[in-house]
């Protein structure tokens, strides 16, 4: 029986004290990562240059559950567990018979998922030594993410943005800069790569492939800086199964064994692998049988318009050949509102999931998530980021259908972030102004 | 015993049913407003052309209690009960002997505490059968917060924006047209009070005052219009009072009696009297003494520079006769960031508590407010409304003065909002651009 709550509150001793690793339970082993010189599958101390070994391990582990280090687990309390919430208002807005839940990862720090392992990354390298952080971002949410963590531990922190949302999205620099970052609007003329791509590409909004170029190469190039990602590596996606596993309870909460379909906006794959990975493994072990759909845009659709292969993560080669579903490293997408989804592959573990079968994609045009977004904010209160619009939009498709089928399934949302920083790109939507895509 | 704990998260079992009023309880009433023509006390029809009867029976109640109506409390449950949090971390980066907590109203629709009064404000009227409402806003949290409320219930929302903010913060229109809003830059041509101030001030920033007359007028020349106000009146407080109830249940979470000293930004008076009402009856009926502070921008400073009068609500003069501290109904406070603080008076009811000793003020500069406010979002991972900053700054000031004198006292800060929206401010304090006021 379902409950009257609204909102599902843990207390804060159910932040979980694990990641959850699903590589030991698949039935078969994802393909590894190359090297692209050798071709040779990647040796952990190929990655040293880049990451402190903490963070290596945790990239080839087969332990099922890796424990969350004590100092993350306190910044964790900042913010978790987060908030699962019945979409009531929205399921009257929609008329519909299905049962509508959704994951709020907007109140965190800078108002997204991407905190969650900001904080994993900054504390393993304070506690390697390293002094400097350098990384790109998309939105701004990460940057602004690992701005607020690399702060929290005494680092500095470097932010390659791109340059579409660099110019459009201009309180986001301003937010990593209130947490002390420095950010250059990418591709810059500070790094080789930079000014390469600036020839390759004169007028170009940037992308997040190159800005990981800039990024990667000024961690290369110094001893004590090292390199973060904000999404696609296994441990990324790793430090992001928190939210999974709370939601397993929290769905709990509301007398639902669990959804019967889960909708999570994909770009690189960290929020989508952190709801959803979980439940790939409720599903594995018989408990559940869920639908999971990654919800892609369709200015970039890795996995359901891309090849599956291995390709470089970033624009110049400068990364170990990834398997993935890739648009091609030099694929630039549109410059869509959704700056976080604008990838061209699509995380190795993701792709592997779905090559098995084990989810599903569907890509979401702009205005079809817009007007997700609309009708979400005004019947629940919360503006959602632009990328979360396609998990809406992907939502909301499957109520429609439900309500004309007549039944009534339990549909879970993973909203990813807060829009308030995204507010331009609702104007332009609301004035008609916006394009499609 | 203090306990670990982060965030004292209320079950919504516990948001409040009661809305407090302490007229009742109060030694001596405070002073009524006067009709502007007769100067005799006014009459509840004389406000009837704006507001609906029920609003205007909870403006002159002398009930104690008055309950929440169910669509309300409903509503409210988007949001409340809010979390109250210890700032270990604030703590730490200070190094204070002191215990510092605080209420958080940012995580509301639009973000910030001007959602409790909104929702209240728009159901009398929805009941009522009108059809639109017209207010003013000051930094824009007002009118969002209403934007959002007005939706809820069916009704048309129309908002003069003071110039000032409608310019440097060009999100928060975004945000009140998503709610399906229309936003005016206020002084307007749209209204004969905003034409004529036009006239008498070409250039002006505009100012709360300027915005008031104007979205009086609105609903004085229609008969569907009624208007809405933010702040100042004793309605509008009484809504508020839900984050003071909430607070002493979250303080006792905590093992803390009560707060030796309480901080809220005040510029109409609803955010601090929401918090400190219910701590004022705590202090009246011998159960705690805390000391209540109300913190005001420099650039408005009603209650330690202003004298206690009879002066008009609005700068045109078209509301009632108000007994408060002002500044006087023409006073055009500097353009400084927290928009929200920008009015020449105080609300009456919090003017007759200041007036009787039962609260403190003080005047907070600009700068000063932002050095708080960035220290704050370092360490809580919260970038606050630049009116929050106040409060924040403060608080700062207590807890130095604590760990000089080697005294452990509790504080709690009211942070009434958000400040992703402000960040245009934060980007001037960071750049060394903003000025001192």
Redesign the interface.
């Known amino acids: 029986m379902t409950t009257e709550?609204?909102?599902a509150?843990l207390?804060?001793s159910d932040i979980p004290t694990h990641w959850y690793n699903i590589v030991p339970d698949l039935p078969t082993a994802p393909p590894p990562p190359l090297h692209p010189g050798t071709k040779e599958p990647l040796q952990a101390a190929d990655l040293a240059p880049l990451f402190p070994m903490a963070l290596i391990e945790q990239e080839v582990s087969t332990e099922r559950w890796i424990e969350i280090p004590g100092p993350v687990r306190d910044l964790l309390?900042?913010?978790r567990p987060s908030p699962l919430s019945r979409a009531r208002?929205l399921e009257k807005a929609l008329g519909t018979t299905a049962r509508i839940y959704y994951k709020y990862e907007g109140?965190?720090?800078?108002?997204s998922h991407k905190?969650n392992s900001a904080v994993a990354q900054a504390y393993a390298n304070a506690q390697a030594g390293v002094k400097k952080l350098s990384t790109e971002t998309g939105a701004g949410q990460w940057g602004s993410a690992l701005a607020?963590a690399t702060?929290?531990f005494g680092l500095e922190c470097e932010v390659f943005q791109v340059r579409s949302t660099y110019d459009s999205k201009p309180?986001r620099h301003?937010?990593m800069?209130?947490?002390?970052a420095t950010v250059h609007s990418s591709p810059s003329d500070l790094t080789n790569a930079g000014r390469e791509l600036r020839k390759r590409f004169p007028d170009t909004p940037g992308s997040l492939g190159m800005a990981i170029s800039e990024a990667v190469e000024v961690a290369a190039m110094s001893s004590d800086t090292n390199y973060s990602l904000g999404s696609v590596l296994n441990h990324v996606l790793l430090h992001q199964t928190v939210i999974g596993q709370e939601s397993i309870k929290q769905m709990a909460m509301f007398g639902e064994t669990a959804p019967d379909h889960l909708f999570a906006c994909a770009g690189g794959g960290s929020n989508l692998g952190g709801i959803a990975i979980p439940y790939v493994r409720e599903n594995l072990e018989g408990r559940a049988a869920v639908h999971i759909v990654a919800c892609e845009p369709k200015a970039a659709p890795s996995l359901t318009q891309g090849e599956y292969r291995y390709d470089f993560g970033d624009t110049s080669g400068m990364t170990p050949l990834l398997k993935m579903y890739t648009l091609g490293a030099d694929f630039v997408p549109d410059p869509v509102h959704a700056g976080g989804l604008r990838y061209h592959g699509m995380a190795p573990l993701i792709s592997h999931l779905y090559h098995e079968g084990m989810i599903d994609a569907v890509a979401i045009g702009q205005l079809e998530s817009f007007e997700a977004g609309?009708m979400f904010?005004?019947a629940?209160?919360?503006?959602p980021a632009s990328e979360s619009n396609h998990a809406i939009a992907g939502a909301v498709r499957e109520a429609r259908k439900a309500t004309e089928e007549g039944t009534s399934p339990v549909i879970l949302i993973g909203v990813s972030g807060?829009g308030?920083?995204d507010?331009?790109a609702?104007?332009e939507f609301?004035a008609g102004r916006m394009a499609d895509s």
Chains 1, 2 share one sequence.
């Open positions: 709550l609204t909102h509150v207390p804060e309390r900042l913010w208002r109140a965190s720090p800078v108002g905190t607020f702060q929290a309180y301003v937010l800069e209130t947490f002390g609309v904010a005004r629940e209160g919360i503006v807060s308030q920083l507010l331009p609702y104007q609301l």
